[in-house]
């Protein structure tokens, strides 16, 4: 009688079909249509690193100013692509671990490492409604480095990459124009144009095409010129005079 006393009691288990995904995917009552275009690639000198500035969801434009080019540290820079919380909160929180481990360790971190950091801190939250979809740029004692970083933990290293809606137009823009040996200015120039273009056909991305360069001392930002204007400088005119038909050559 004394050994049932020392019994803990007794609780039913909940009732679910999955019990070890229990209570952690997230159900997403409203999914909203988001939208921008980023893009970034490795050089010679560095890495180009350039993003629009439209805050979208589904049709409606709610700013036309947003930074989606964040500062890590005074040598890598994060972009933003997704949920604009998201990837605020974590490349600010990811800024808070770099500058942690500077101090631990007296000496910077790599690009590898703080891409690697991220991931392993998206992945915990991997199945609870995040959407990050950004890109590590940076320079450290191996030199440039580049990765792409998703919500889900997923890691790409890579020479070039665009994210957002627009990347499918910005894609065709960089692979036909990207060489290696460029200068700054023609890879800033580059990375600009391919903006623009993917701003003129996708609806989701607009505002400002800004341009940022991480070379050896650091992070500069080149550039931050209105889409409409460049529209005038990339985009073909067309001829309003009418072409005359050819004169048919008799035998």
Same mark, same amino acid.
């Given at each position: 009688?004394?050994?049932?006393?020392?019994?803990?009691?007794?609780?039913?288990?909940?009732?679910?079909?999955?019990?070890?995904? !229990?209570?952690?995917?997230?159900?997403q009552m409203v999914k909203p249509a988001k939208?921008?275009?980023?893009?970034?690639?490795?050089?010679?000198?560095?890495?180009i690193v350039a993003a629009d500035s439209r805050a979208s969801m589904g049709g409606y434009i709610s700013s036309q100013s947003v930074k989606k080019i964040i500062e890590i540290n005074p040598y890598m820079l994060g972009t933003m692509a997704g949920g604009a919380a998201d990837c605020q909160f974590w490349h600010r929180n990811l800024g808070i671990k770099c500058r942690l481990h500077?101090?631990?360790?007296? $000496? $910077?971190?790599?690009?590898?490492?703080a891409s690697k950091l991220l991931a392993n801190i998206l992945f915990s939250y991997r199945g609870m409604g995040l959407s990050?979809?950004?890109?590590?740029?940076?320079?450290?004692?191996t030199g440039p480095g580049l990765y792409y970083v998703d919500s889900e933990g997923g890691r790409l290293k890579g020479t070039r990459f665009s994210v957002g809606s627009g990347s499918p137009y910005?894609?065709?823009?960089?692979?036909?124009?990207?060489? !290696?040996?460029?200068?700054i200015e023609e890879a800033g120039e580059l990375g600009r144009r391919a903006i623009y273009h993917a701003t003129f056909r996708d609806g989701a991305s607009g505002g400002v095409a800004s341009v940022y360069y991480v070379g050896a001392n650091g992070w500069t930002k080149l550039s931050g010129d209105d889409v409409?204007?460049?529209?005038?400088?990339?985009?073909?005119?067309?001829?309003?005079?009418?072409s005359e038909p050819d004169q048919m050559v008799e035998a």
């Open positions: 009688m004394g050994l049932l006393l020392l019994l803990p009691p007794a609780f039913e288990l909940p009732v679910t079909k999955d019990f070890d995904g !229990f209570q952690k995917e997230a159900v939208g921008t275009t980023t893009l970034a690639f490795i050089f010679k000198e560095g890495v500077e101090l631990a360790n007296k $000496r $910077r971190i790599s690009v590898t490492g990050v979809g950004t890109m590590i740029a940076g320079w450290d004692e910005a894609y065709g823009v960089l692979d036909s124009g990207y060489r !290696f040996d460029m200068s409409s204007e460049l529209h005038y400088k990339y985009y073909p005119t067309v001829s309003t005079e009418a």
